[in-house]
C-alpha cells in the first residue's frame, strides 16, 4: 500500500471515530448543567421525552396534558394545557383525544408526568411524550404561562423551597 493510500484510511477512520463520538454525546434539554443533572436523575426514561424548544415548534395538534395537583396548576400553566392531575387523573380528558393524538404531560420536573405518561400509553395511546424539565424549564425559558382564569402570571408553584431552588429565572414569582 502507498503512502497516499494510507494516509486516507487514517482520515477515513477518524472521521468515522469523530462522527461516532459526537453521536454518542447527550442531548441537553435544560439551559442549567445542574438542573439538567437533577431531571436526568429522577426520570427512567420510559416515555420518550420533548424538550421545550420542541414543544414550542410543534404545530396545533398537540394535546399539552399538566400532571400536576390542581392548586399548582391554579397558579400558572402552559397555555392551551388541560388539568388532568397525578394523584386522582382526570381520565375523562382523554375522551377527545383520538389513540394516535401527540400527547405532551408535564410537571414540575417530569417525574410525575413520565409516571402519567406510561399509564396513558397503557391505554393505547402510541404518541405521548414526557416534557423534559416540564414547567420549571418552560419558566426558566421566561415562556408565557397563565393562571386559573387564563391571564399571564409571572408566578410558578415550586412546592416547597427545596425545589424552588430549580426554578432560576429571576423574573418568576415562586409560590409554594
Avoid at 436526568?40 to 420510559?46: A, E, T
Avoid at 420542541?54 to 395537583?69: F, G, H, N, T
Avoid at 405532551?104 to 402510541?126: H, I, P, T
Avoid at 416547597?160 to 409560590?175: D, L
Wanted: hydrophobic content about 35%.
Amino acid at each position: 500500500m502507498d503512502l497516499t493510500n494510507y494516509i486516507k484510511k487514517i482520515l477515513i477512520a477518524a472521521l468515522v471515530l469523530f462522527t461516532v463520538a459526537m453521536q454518542a454525546q447527550p442531548i441537553s434539554y435544560c439551559n442549567d448543567p445542574k438542573f439538567e443533572d437533577k431531571v436526568s436523575s429522577v426520570l427512567s426514561f420510559s416515555v420518550p421525552v420533548v424538550s421545550v424548544t420542541d414543544l414550542e415548534s410543534m404545530d396545533d395538534d398537540v394535546y399539552i396534558l399538566d400532571a400536576r395537583e390542581s392548586e399548582e396548576y391554579d397558579v400558572s400553566h402552559i397555555p392551551g394545557a388541560k388539568y388532568i392531575g397525578y394523584d386522582k387523573p382526570d381520565w375523562s380528558v382523554l375522551d377527545d383525544i383520538p389513540s394516535d393524538g401527540k400527547i405532551v404531560l408535564y410537571c414540575s420536573v417530569g417525574y410525575r408526568s413520565e409516571k402519567l405518561g406510561e399509564k396513558v400509553q397503557a391505554k393505547g395511546y402510541s404518541n405521548v411524550y414526557n416534557l423534559y424539565g416540564s414547567i420549571f424549564e418552560w419558566a426558566n425559558e421566561g415562556l408565557p404561562l397563565v393562571d386559573k382564569n387564563g391571564d399571564n402570571t409571572k408566578a410558578v408553584h415550586t412546592w416547597n423551597k427545596r425545589w424552588s431552588q430549580w426554578v432560576t429565572n429571576p423574573s418568576v414569582e415562586k409560590i409554594w
